[in-house]
């Protein structure tokens, strides 16, 4: 890969000095917001793999690093692999409670959902935004994920406080529905993790399907237009397992980014590294259109703010057309 086309150490340190806290703050909320059990929701996990040992991480381009599910865990089986890495850790290391309220408050305005509304929440995790709905009184609401353990603590959450939220496992791009809902949700960056192209886009075609006509999908996601001005290479947080230290790159050729997060877990180092794709408006736009889909609007945050350069966050609004009435054309000659 040609370096000038990776933010880096030293491109990325002057601009981070510029922008200061208030990145910082930001780039913390990203990859908080980050679904690494998305990477395995499409079966391809060769973007967070862990590390049991000190040695130091991988340093391959980033295209090179993501591979099958085989690949990024030794030939262990994708579901065992995704038990081991995210089963306990992602609950620990991505806790993110305390803004469910606001963005699932986002969502109602964005799509005036009614009481009746059937909603899929597509890349669900551990139920966070599907629990959220269920307790508003949505009576009709299935999240979907890949998976095990995620789904499991879903199903206890939904259990002990009497919730009608139905959790299944499933691929993003094999989803088991077709034409059973009036809206798909896809939040918290839980989009661009598969290495091709043609994967993501497949997981479009799925969710359009599983719309009914007239149904809309909300997809939230990483703004690239934000992520290439205030791009920071590095940072550090406090989560549930002590201080997180994070390194970053991002290419520009592929529009891939790729996190390194490195902490201790039971007294020994440990790293996790997180890589997903990060698309422009106008990629999204043509992809939901090959998918059946039409883009309506962009917002920047949950509050509504318009879409810009600026704006951290991208979330796209996007319907399934009304079917078409056939109309039966007069034949003159029926009638001669």
Not at 85 to 97: I, K, T
Not at 158 to 176: K, S
Not at 304 to 331: C, H, L, N, Q, W
Request: glycine fraction near 10%.
């Amino acid at each position: 890969m040609n370096t000038k086309h990776v933010f880096g150490c030293q491109v990325a340190d002057r601009r981070s000095r510029v922008a200061g806290c208030q990145v910082a703050w930001r780039w913390r909320e990203t990859f908080c917001g980050l679904r690494p059990g998305a990477a395995i929701i499409h079966g391809r996990a060769g973007h967070a793999d862990e590390c049991a040992g000190a040695r130091p991480v991988d340093r391959q381009p980033a295209r090179a690093a993501v591979g099958c599910a085989g690949a990024a865990a030794g030939a262990m089986r994708p579901d065992r692999w995704n038990a081991r890495n995210f089963g306990g850790l992602y609950p620990q290391l991505y806790a993110l409670d305390h803004l469910t309220a606001g963005q699932v408050d986002g969502v109602e305005r964005m799509l005036g959902l009614a009481p009746g509304t059937r909603i899929l929440d597509v890349c669900c995790g551990y139920g966070r935004h599907a629990l959220e709905l269920g307790r508003r009184g949505y009576r009709h609401v299935v999240g979907v994920d890949v998976s095990r353990p995620l789904l499991a603590r879903a199903r206890r959450a939904a259990r002990a406080e009497g919730l009608r939220v139905t959790f299944r496992q499933a691929d993003m791009r094999r989803l088991p529905f077709r034409r059973s809902f009036d809206v798909a949700l896809n939040l918290f960056t839980s989009f661009g993790y598969i290495a091709d192209e043609a994967e993501d886009r497949a997981a479009l075609r799925a969710m359009a399907r599983a719309l009914r006509p007239g149904g809309r999908l909300l997809m939230d996601l990483l703004n690239r237009e934000w992520l290439v001005r205030h791009f920071q290479p590095r940072y550090r947080e406090t989560t549930a397992l002590g201080v997180v230290s994070n390194h970053l790159t991002f290419d520009l050729e592929t529009g891939r980014l790729r996190n390194v997060r490195r902490f201790r877990k039971d007294g020994r180092p440990r790293s996790l590294a997180i890589e997903f794709r990060v698309y422009t408006l106008a990629e999204m736009v043509r992809m939901l259109r090959e998918a059946g889909l039409a883009f309506q609007r962009a917002y920047g945050n949950f509050a509504g703010a318009a879409y810009g350069m600026d704006t951290f966050r991208m979330i796209i609004v996007a319907s399934k057309p009304e079917r078409r009435k056939s109309v039966r054309r007069y034949d003159r000659s029926a009638v001669r």
